[in-house]
């Protein structure tokens, strides 16, 4: 009697890790996917830590509240406290520096289309007082 030898996979054994890999892959992805919306939103909430650092050195140095800019633009007076010309949109979202001189206050409007994951996330960021939010904004308040 003679042994065969068998080289290589039959296809009943392709097919089963190739369903086990399905579903360890539909297991992954949402939980993937909730991790780069919420590193996403982190970013955003640096975004406005760095301009709230920005504005509070500007006003200890003996400024008033920088003027209120259009969207998309970063503030003018701010450039010498930030490490570079920040962009003023991430992903689906655009930025806005808002001041409202009559209460003393700088604030970061973060608009976002509804049902954006980034602003979704953003939306679970709680920091009572100086974060408020709406389905389509969230705003900063970044100096009082």
């Known amino acids: 009697m003679r042994k065969t030898q068998r080289a290589g996979f039959t296809l009943i054994e392709v097919i089963t890790v190739a369903v086990v890999i399905g579903i360890l892959a539909g297991i992954a992805m949402p939980k993937l996917s909730g991790a780069v919306s919420r590193a996403a939103a982190a970013k955003v909430v640096a975004d406005a830590r760095m301009l709230s650092v920005a504005t509070i050195s500007y006003l ?3 400024g ?17 406290f930030l490490e570079e010309t920040m962009p003023f949109s991430f992903r689906d979202a655009q930025y806005r520096f808002v001041t409202v001189p009559a209460i003393d206050n700088a604030q970061l409007w973060v608009e976002y289309p509804s ?12 920091r009572p007082g100086s974060v408020t939010w709406t389905s389509t904004r969230t705003t900063f308040v970044l100096a009082k």
């Open 60 to 62: 200890e140095n003996g």
């Open 64 to 80: 008033t509240l920088p003027p209120t800019e259009p969207w998309l633009t970063p503030p003018a007076a701010l450039n010498e």
């Open 115 to 126: 049902g954006s994951e980034l602003g979704e996330a953003l939306q679970r960021f709680r």
